[in-house]
């Protein structure tokens, strides 16, 4: 069966914290406190899912003001359905969404590789703070 692609489908935050977890972003996302990610996803405003019939099988999540800026916060694709092109096809579904916004996200490790081969540009101007991290 062809994998179908739908914005902002019916989910749940057990939804989103099930297909990180079978993907390898689940390692670097707080899935063991359900209150931030229930957070997480209830301040995400557009997501696409990726489906396998009824079964979720990756998700792009993204926080956008729909005009200049989307944030793709959270790329995922289940580790059984990974190269196939899903994550390329979710990305693609968020551009057909959200057509007039520039898409930036940071890559996790594993996928720097990845964004460059798909036509993706790297910018090396992001900065980062963390929480705990005070501006001098």
């Known amino acids: 069966m062809p994998i179908s692609y739908q914005v ?3 989910l749940t935050a057990a939804d989103f914290v099930d297909i990180l ?3 390898t972003l689940g390692e670097r996302r707080p899935l063991h406190d359900a209150d931030a990610m229930e957070q997480m996803f209830r301040h995400g405003n557009v997501y696409v899912g990726a489906y396998d019939g009824d079964q979720l099988v990756g998700i792009a999540r993204v926080m956008t003001d729909f005009v ?3 944030y793709l916060s959270d790329l995922a694709v289940d580790e059984k ?35 460059p081969k798909i036509g993706m540009q ?3 101007h992001c900065y ?3 929480p705990a991290e005070k501006l001098v």
């Open 122 to 124: 790297h910018h090396g």
């Open 81 to 115: 359905y990974q190269q196939q092109g899903i994550g390329k096809q979710l990305i693609r579904e968020v551009q057909k969404a959200i057509p007039k916004a520039k898409i930036i996200l940071l890559a996790a490790p594993a996928a720097e590789g990845y964004y």
């Open 68 to 70: 200049f800026t989307s």
């Open 21 to 23: 977890r079978r993907s």
């Open 128 to 130: 980062t703070l963390a």
């Open 8 to 10: 902002n489908p019916p």
